[in-house]
């Protein structure tokens, strides 16, 4: 899955210190990251360490929110919209 874009959020950020999961392609430990697009705005997720610039990036690793309710997808659409 595609990365979406992202924001730092300094209570959940960084490399993923556990063992697993890890990005298919490079067998690396996942970032932290928060979503900061349309209706996945603010849900974290972990995403391929690799940078997108330097070569082909793996996307979302694992979503650690689950999806947001369907009112607050419709709102949080709207309001990118804007």
């Given amino acids: 899955q595609e990365t979406p874009d992202s924001v730092v959020d300094p209570s959940f950020c960084g490399s ?9 392609m490079h067998h690396q430990r996942p970032k932290k990251m ?6 996945l705005t603010g ?3 972990l995403g391929c360490p690799v940078q997108q610039d330097a070569g082909v990036n793996c996307g979302v690793v694992e979503w650690v929110d689950g999806p947001w309710l369907e ?3 419709r709102c949080l659409a709207r309001i990118w919209d804007m």
């Fill in 16 to 24: 993923f210190t556990k063992s697993e999961p890890t990005c298919m």
């Fill in 43 to 45: 849900r974290r997720y």
């Fill in 34 to 39: 928060v979503a900061f697009e349309g209706a």
């Fill in 71 to 73: 009112i607050l997808q």
